[in-house]
């Protein structure tokens, strides 16, 4: 499988500075390896692009994020590509009725993700960035801030999102 720097590789020159990017970010220290992992995961899966998407996930088993913290990624890039289509939905309606109705989806995992809830909390913030939910991403920022997270690792969760969603942008692109 091709890892990040591989993926950085086959990048036109026009997105050099997405390459530049993903490698920083590859080596961000503000976050745990779990949760700069996770987020990378997470984004890959919300965007979809499968060369991406094996290449973050290549780099995150050389990395040594578990098979728990890999799998509660990918459920809460599941998750969150529900919940950010219906709440995202309710934001843009404008009749309110529709936020006064209860959801009634599933969202079990936000509950139990098996993992560090704070982690799991920056993983649904970085796929909403990825969707662009801004109701999901005040829910869960909200959640991170009780929870003690700070701005700078929030902040790199969406810069992960922002850059993983960008180069799949650019290699989907370069494959038509």
Known sequence: MMSLDALRETLPAYAKDLSL?????????VLNDQQKWGCFVAAAHAVGVTEVLKSVEASADAAGLTEEAKTAA???????GMNNVYYRSLHLLKNPEYRTLPARLRMNIIAN???DKADFELWCTAVSAVNGCGMCLD??????RKR?????????????AAVVSAVSAVV?????
């Open 74 to 80: 990918k459920a809460a890039s599941a998750i969150m």
């Open 148 to 160: 003690g997270v700070p701005n700078v690792q929030i902040q790199a969760a969406l810069r992960i």
């Open 139 to 144: 829910s869960h920022e909200d959640e991170l």
């Open 172 to 176: 989907r692109a370069e494959e038509s």
């Open 113 to 115: 993700p098996g993992v």
């Open 21 to 29: 990017n993903l490698s920083s970010l590859a080596g961000e220290t």
